[in-house]
């Protein structure tokens, strides 16, 4: 079964500065999907950025990039200009790409704090 | 539209109680998922449909009773639950797997219960 682990429960930025939280997972498949989700105070999960395994450019989403290190099972999101509006848990979550390959695996989560 | 719908937003029941939760979505997605959420953890999955059938049961108490009458719509049924179910139940969809090329999970914005 795959796993997922965010080892940074919290986490505090300044505003306007940049900030990345790492997420390890572990898996014996060559094709899946990982995501990076923000659910802010009202809870809502929102999709922040996503990579596919078998491209090797990382994934950038605005101020939001990923560095995706497949060999080493490494994802890990940098936010660049935080803002204010950046302070949320972040998720970063596995799906598998086989056939069965319905359900998510998520990490256990990073609070991210923005300082003005 | 790129929503997914859960209603109530807020429920308290007592233990002898009979509820229902109601999850709705429109973007033709045939995978729908419910989640349970404590604070301040990730989803933890309780179950999954896939072309409204039930795909994964992750071991759920038969007190929560999972219904998808159509490919829109997706109800949970609540009966004698107790005070440790109190959490935020997500609901999510997605594209089924045959969909590339991303098939992230939308959620909706979750309907928080309190078991008295």
């Known amino acids: 079964a795959q796993t997922v682990t965010q080892s940074q429960p919290e986490m505090s930025v300044q505003e306007a500065e940049t900030v990345t939280l790492s997420c390890t997972y572990d898996?014996?498949?060559?094709?899946?999907?990982l995501f990076w989700y923000k659910q802010p105070p009202s809870r809502q999960m929102i999709l922040v950025i996503r990579?596919?395994?078998?491209?090797?450019q990382n994934a950038t989403e605005n101020r939001f990039s990923v560095n995706f290190q497949k060999a080493a099972k490494s994802f890990s999101l940098k936010i660049s200009d935080s803002q204010l509006g950046d302070a949320a848990m972040y998720f970063c979550?596995?799906?598998?790409?086989?056939?069965?390959?319905?359900?998510?695996?998520f990490g256990p989560g990073t609070r991210l704090s923005v300082l003005p | 539209d790129t929503e997914v719908t859960q209603t109530p937003k807020h429920l308290v029941m007592g233990m002898t109680n009979k509820k229902s939760l109601k999850c709705e979505q429109h973007?033709?997605?045939?995978?729908m998922y419910w989640y349970k959420q404590k604070a301040k953890k990730p989803p933890e999955l309780m179950f999954v449909?896939?072309?409204?059938?039930?795909?994964i049961n992750e071991s759920v108490p038969s007190r929560f009773s999972p219904e998808c009458p159509n490919s829109s719509l997706l109800n949970l049924h609540l009966h004698a639950l107790q005070p440790e179910d109190s959490a935020l139940y997500l609901c999510?969809?997605?594209?089924?797997?045959?969909?590339?090329?991303?098939?992230?999970?939308?959620f909706g914005p979750g309907t928080r219960l309190t078991v008295l």
């Open positions: 990579q596919e395994a078998y491209k090797q």
């Open positions: 979550a596995y799906r598998s790409e086989d056939f069965y390959g319905q359900n998510f695996v």
């Open positions: 898996t014996s498949e060559s094709d899946y999907y």
């Open positions: 973007m033709g997605h045939r995978a």
């Open positions: 999510a969809s997605s594209q089924y797997r045959d969909f590339p090329p991303y098939n992230e999970q939308f």
């Open positions: 449909y896939s072309y409204e059938k039930l795909s």
